[in-house]
């Protein structure tokens, strides 16, 4: 790793991020080290400025940020292709059973919904013949005249 281009993010000055970039590589240091660095390291290292060595650490934590947030989004990427994938099952399913019948969603969700509403008045025990309209009512029932009146003959 470029340890002198890595501290060079921090607030440490060029000249003190050329001398600890080349003191992490004496120290055989990977970048997996980062997230184990802590005071008493680098302290034992040679960053005998508690300042510096807080800069670095400040450093540290931001890559650790970094690398989680990085495995949250790939967490978050494989549940949204699991999703799409089984989204995309369930919609393959759902237009090959809205294919076997007549119309598209919105005319099966028409259907549904004047389906339910015969079974409601069936079950209140009033079933009306009804052109879709309103219909009228009076003390005896349904005014048959009204509901006929705009039918022409075939």
Do not use: C
């Not at 302290?43 to 949250?72: H, Q, T």
């Not at 994938?85 to 090959?96: D, F, L, P, V």
């Not at 005319?107 to 219909?135: H, S």
């Amino acid at each position: 790793m470029d340890w002198r281009s890595w501290l060079s993010r921090s607030s440490l000055p060029p000249p003190l991020a050329d001398e600890y970039g080349l003191l992490f590589s004496l120290n055989d240091l990977q970048e997996e080290d980062i997230e184990h660095l802590d005071h008493e390291l680098l302290l034992s290292m040679g960053v005998s400025v508690a300042k510096r060595r807080l800069e670095i650490l400040k450093l540290a934590r931001k890559e650790k940020r970094k690398k989680k947030m990085g495995a949250a989004a790939a967490a978050t990427k494989k549940l949204r292709e699991f999703v799409a994938a089984h989204i995309g099952m369930m919609t393959r399913w759902s237009s090959s059973v809205m294919a076997a019948t007549s119309g598209g969603w919105r005319e099966n969700a028409v259907r549904r919904r004047r389906r339910r509403r015969t079974t409601v008045a069936a079950e209140q025990g009033r079933l009306m013949i009804t052109d879709g309209g309103p219909a009228v009512h009076d003390s005896v029932g349904v005014r048959w005249d009204t509901m006929f009146k705009n039918l022409k003959p075939t």
